[in-house]
C-alpha cells in the first residue's frame, strides 16, 4: 500500500526517543520531511543523527523545543513551517504527569499535571492550526487511561481525557477545512516511561520489578508489551492518505490490553 507520505512536511513533538521518536523515524522511511524536536539539544541531536544512519536520504530537522512552554513551542511550529514551506503532518506529544491518588496530590500537582499534560496539547493546536492547509493530518496521543482509568495515576486519568476530547472536538471544528484529526491510545508498550511506571508500582507493593511486568504482561490478550514500532506504524497510517476518509477516531494499539466495548 502506497500511504502517500514521500515529500510531506512534518511536525513530531518530544520525538528524542519512545513513542515520538519512533513515529519521526518511520515518517523519515516513508519519505518525509521531519521537523523533530525534544527538551535537550543532545539528546535531540543525536536522535537525528540516528534516524539519519538508519534510513537512507532521510531529512530531518533536530530542534530543541520545551512543549510546556508556550513561547517555545509557537516559535518551534512556526520556524519549522517556514524551513519547510508548510506544515502537512502534525504529531501532538509530550511526557505524562506525577503517579499519585486523589488523596495524595494538591493543588500545586493539579496545576503541574495541566502543564504538563493537557495546556500543551491546546498550545500545540493553536499554533498548528495557521500552517494547516486542505489535505493536512493532526494526531494526538494519550493513554489508555482514557478508556479504562489506571490507579495512582490520577492526573493521567483527568488530563489526558481532556486531551481526546479536544481531538474529536477539533476533528468536527477542522474538518470543513478538509484538515483530518485523530486519536491514538497506546496500551503497555516498552518505552523508558513504562519502566519508570513500573518501576514505581514495585516500589509501592515491595516486590521485584519482573513481578510486576510478568503480572501486567499476564492482563494482556497478546501477553507481551508492545513496541515503539508497532506503535509508529498505526500512527504513520493515520496521518497518511491511506487514510483519507478517517477523522475523529480512536485507535488503541494495546495488544487487547483494554477490556471496555467502546
Known sequence: MDLGLSGKRALVAAASSGLGYAIARDLAGQGAVVAM???????????????????EDAVVFPVVCDVTDDASLRRW??????AMGGIDLAVAN??????????????????????????????FARHVRPHLGRGASVLFMTSSSVKEPIPNLVLSNVFRAGVAALAKTLAIEWGGAGIRVNHLIPGRIATERLVELDTDTAARRGVPLADVERSVQ?????????????????????????????TGATLQVDGGLIRSVM
Open 218 to 246: 499476564a492482563d494482556i490478550a497478546l501477553g507481551r508489551y508492545g513496541t515503539p514500532e508497532e506503535y509508529a506504524n498505526a500512527a504513520v497510517f493515520l496521518l497518511s492518505d491511506a487514510a483519507a476518509y478517517i
Open 94 to 123: 509530550g511526557g505524562g504527569p506525577p503517579a499519585g491518588t486523589f488523596a495524595d496530590l494538591g493543588p500545586d500537582e493539579w496545576d503541574t499535571g495541566y502543564r504538563l499534560t493537557l495546556a500543551p496539547a491546546l498550545s
Open 37 to 55: 524536536a525534544s527538551r535537550t539539544l543532545g539528546r535531540i541531536e543525536e536522535a537525528g543523527h540516528r534516524i539519519r544512519r538508519e534510513v
Open 77 to 82: 511550529v512556526d520556524e519549522a513551517a517556514a
